[in-house]
T-cell receptor, first 114, second 113 residues
Framework: NAGVTQTPKFRVLKTGQSMTLLCAQDMNHEYMYWYRQDPGMGLRLIHYSVGEGTTAKGEVPDGYNVSRLKKQNFLLGLESAAPSQTSVYFC?????????????FGSGTRLTVV | AQSVTQLDSQVPVFEEAPVELRCNYSSSVSVYLFWYVQYPNQGLQLLLKYLSGSTLVKGINGFEAEFNKSQTSFHLRKPSVHISDTAEYFCAVSRYNTDKLIFGTGTRLQVFP
């Protein structure tokens, strides 16, 4: 099925460990995004990409890096995980079609840093 | 920069009663507006969106929202709620010709029997 796929769905990390979250979309969307969701704070934008080979910082970029080597994939990396990065991470992609415009979200990755 | 304010963090309501979830935004340019719903332990589902045209937008599950440019609001309404509407609701905004969707902090709708 077409959509946004996030892997893994769950992960527990120890403080200081590193990991990469993968987001893949098969809709040929140009724009992709990484958000984190924390209780009472809604979704906050970490990084985003407006096309293959480009990335930009969002509201809360510190402690994260991203890469968009292929149009369909957007990777989110944590170099040295901290307990403050315990969160649910959502990836999204967006499209612009004449008078239509929208976003497709993945199902999320629940990350716990202990 | 644009921002979104959801004034009510929680809204309790009895089943079959009407409900309004409030959303205000600030932006110096025209915007697109969205409402998403998140059921427990699930991802985000689009309820409705306003891009242009009629200011009254109808969405899924009987929800509707009205865009009010003068009051910079996009309140979500449903005339009669069900237990199954219990969820968290997020208002979001993006600007024309840009690519970032900015979310409010969410409103938890709790429907009681």
């Amino acid at each position: 099925n077409a959509g946004v796929t996030q892997t893994p769905k769950f992960r527990v990390l120890k403080t200081g460990q590193s990991m990469t979250l993968l987001c893949a979309q098969d809709m040929n969307h140009e724009y992709m995004y990484w958000y984190r969701q924390d209780p009472g704070m809604g979704l906050r934008l970490i990084h985003y990409s407006v096309g293959e080979g480009t990335t930009a910082k969002g509201e809360v970029p510190d402690g994260y890096n991203v890469s968009r080597l292929k149009k369909q994939n957007f990777l989110l990396g944590l170099e040295s995980a901290a307990p403050s990065q315990t969160s649910v991470y959502f990836c999204a992609s967006s499209y612009f079609e004449a008078t239509n415009y929208g976003y497709t979200f993945g199902s999320g990755t629940r990350l716990t840093v202990v | 920069a644009q921002s979104v304010t959801q004034l009510d963090s929680q809204v309790p309501v009895f089943e079959e009663a009407p409900v309004e979830l409030r959303c205000n935004y600030s932006s110096s340019v025209s915007v697109y507006l969205f409402w998403y719903v998140q059921y427990p332990n699930q991802g985000l589902q689009l309820l409705l969106k306003y891009l242009s045209g009629s200011t009254l937008v109808k969405g899924i599950n009987g929800f509707e929202a009205e865009f009010n440019k003068s009051q910079t609001s996009f309140h979500l309404r449903k005339p009669s709620v069900h237990i199954s509407d219990t969820a968290e609701y997020f208002c979001a905004v993006s600007r024309y010709n840009t690519d970032k969707l900015i979310f409010g902090t969410g409103t938890r709708l709790q429907v009681f029997p």
